[in-house]
């Protein structure tokens, strides 16, 4: 018995470019590498997967932060509380740059208060160095200084 076939989509009008060569980057929906791409643009063919990824509207403000989880490069919305990571499936906390974060010291257990975008945080009590945002096992150390 013969499929059916469907009909190509209507392709859309061709792209013109800005003149000022401005561009912008957002993760491949497929492979999570950085892409970079013309404003303007609607959608993204990441040239190593051949995964097409929309665009953002115009004016949509991203932010970036790497994954707890896996360490994978994440893209989000600004403004988001948190964000699900595609690959592991971890719901990452996303802070702005401005605010700060609470994690126990990795010996003491003290209470640490550290700045968004910290890799890791010194105990000001027992100067152990925790790390922040990734699996700890095996990374934190003693800071004798």
Known sequence: MPVPLAPYP???????PPANGAQSQLVCSGCRN?????????SVCCAVCNAVTAVPPPGTEMAQLVCGGCHTLLMYIRGATSVQCS??????LALEANQVAH????NCR???MYQYGA???KCAVCNFVTSVGASTSGTEQKFNG
């Open 119 to 121: 890799r890791s945080v």
């Open 34 to 42: 950085l892409l970079l791409y013309p404003v303007g643009a609607t």
């Open 10 to 16: 209507t392709p859309p009008a061709p792209y013109t």
């Open 87 to 92: 690959c592991c499936h971890t719901v990452n």
């Open 110 to 112: 003290m209470l640490l």
């Open 103 to 106: 994690v126990n010291c990795g």
